[in-house]
């Protein structure tokens, strides 16, 4: 009887403490970067950060494709397999490696086919990806040896010298789009090296001896995600491309710029899914999983819900604080981004609990139908709505992913909660946007309103929240 009441308090507390850990990190590197965004806006121009924001996606599609999602792999079988993490970073590494040097293969190629003033951002670009590749990797790696505090000190790091490195090059030195470049690849750069020192100080970095039954099985495991990568990439970012192609490059600069509200958002996504994975990983053969992973998803849903509906609220005032000059018209974008966010984050739960399972084909199916239904829309609304458009169908073809993400999630553990309460809350936020974007007369009072009628239907989930964190900080305070 102990044994069984011990369990699940074990998997809140691990989980309460990774989240703890990933807050520190996440919350000083967001908010840091957040007080950055008025300087971009006022010293990069639309083009210039249209650019900038194309090169930051392909690396999105690119890192993750070209190195076998090596990095997810690390983190799977790094929590299970404590005694070969050796081996698991030498695997990783070689992969990394590898994509590295396709990349600048490719990026030399490309020199013929690109106009002259195009070449240099194309080999800074192989400079990116080298970078990026190599920290996301490392990242993953930690994450999965469960040296989440490496993990805090390499994003820190990364975040400190970046505002460092922008500040001088863009107030300084005043170099521009190349100084907002500089500081990308210097700032991932560092933070790589910074990781690689601190763990193997610690002990983490030892014994890189080859292991070709571990490659297999790691390969076996990561090679499928490619489809699910590919397809989230698709989701994230095909509409960026898509507006650039039929609007321009300074439109696609307005439109980039509007992700950065909904970043405030997936600052509590990002930080509840790097724990979230780790916990998923640990207790997905558990027999009372299904309990938790309902009681953990009913959690997260309200959260990012209200968050999203307070956020939406407040959408004119912050941006009037971040976005600058021609950038302000950005806000109306957010809503309906906003609202992708939200089904986003649910897919990546649900994805987390499969790929725990080693499910990989069916988030595979479902990024990939969600994928479809995003670049049909995409094709279908911008030439009408310009990057309204690509807003909405971000936010459609995010929910599309999300209801076959709900239904193949079965398969595996019985989520138990209300759809029906849910669909009405997410009527309720696009009702909201609406109110927001269509300026409509007294829609603070309406979307106040509607804010209130969301935490009443969600009371029961918020008291659960309010409880379970009561017992946590309780049970911290005495040492149990």
């Known amino acids: 009887m102990g044994k069984e009441k011990e369990k699940p308090q074990s998997r809140y507390r691990y ?26 806006t006022d010293v990069l121009t639309t083009y210039e950060y249209g650019i900038a924001d194309i090169m930051q996606v392909t690396l999105l599609l690119l890192v993750p494709a070209l190195t076998l999602n090596m990095g997810e792999a690390a983190l799977r079988f790094g929590i299970e397999e404590s005694d070969r993490r050796g081996g698991i970073l030498r695997t990783g590494l070689s992969y990394v490696l590898r994509a590295d040097a396709v990349v600048v293969g490719l990026c030399i190629m490309a020199f013929s086919f690109v106009k002259p003033e195009m070449k240099w951002y194309i080999l800074l670009f192989a400079f990116m990806f080298i970078a990026n590749s190599l920290y996301e990797f490392l990242v993953l790696f930690f994450q999965g040896s469960e040296a989440v505090p490496v993990v805090v000190v390499g994003s820190i790091s990364s975040t400190v010298i970046m ?37 193997r100080s610690a002990g983490l970095v030892k014994d890189l001896k080859s292991d070709d039954d571990l490659k297999k099985e790691m390969v076996e495991y990561s090679a499928p995600l490619i489809a699910y990568s590919t397809s989230s990439w ?55 999983s299904s309990g938790f992973f309902t009681e953990m998803y009913r959690t997260y849903n309200c959260v990012m819900v209200i968050g999203c ?84 169908a971000t936010a459609v073809s995010y929910c599309v992913m999300w209801a076959f993400a709900y239904k193949f999630v079965a398969k595996h553990v019985m989520i138990e909660n209300s759809i029906l309460a849910d669909v009405l809350g997410y009527l309720i936020l696009v009702a909201i946007s609406v109110a927001m974007i269509g300026q409509v007369a007294g829609r603070y009072v309406i979307c106040s309103v509607l804010t209130a009628v969301l935490m009443i239907l969600y009371y029961r989930d918020i008291a659960a929240i309010v409880s379970k964190m009561t017992g946590l900080i309780k049970s911290k305070i005495h040492g149990k």
């Open 163 to 199: 505002i460092i490195s922008n500040i001088i090059f863009l107030l300084v030195v005043k170099i521009g789009l190349n100084g907002y470049i500089y500081s990308q690849i210097i700032a991932y750069a560092s933070a790589s090296v910074i990781m690689l020192l601190i763990g």
């Open 309 to 392: 509906a307070l956020l939406i609220l407040l959408v004119n005032p912050i941006a009037t604080f971040m976005f600058r000059k021609d950038f302000y018209e950005a806000w109306i974008y957010v809503p309906p981004l906003l609202i992708s966010v939200i089904f986003g984050a649910l897919t990546g739960f649900l994805g987390s609990i499969c790929l725990a399972f080693k499910d990989s084909k069916s988030m595979g199916t479902a990024t990939s139908i969600g994928a479809v239904v995003n670049v049909a829309l995409n094709f279908a609304l911008i030439p009408h709505f310009s990057a309204m458009g690509a807003a909405v």
């Open 15 to 40: 989980l309460a403490n990774n989240i703890a850990l990933f807050s520190v990190s996440n919350f000083v590197s967001k908010i840091l970067v957040f007080l950055l965004v008025p300087l971009y």
């Open 234 to 288: 698709i989701n994230n970012a095909a509409d960026r491309y898509i507006v650039l192609a039929l609007c321009g490059a300074a439109v696609n600069g307005v439109y980039g710029v509007a992700y950065k509200i909904p970043a405030i958002l997936m600052v509590f996504q990002r930080i509840f899914a790097q724990a979230w994975q780790m916990s998923a990983t640990k207790s997905y053969k558990d027999e009372k």
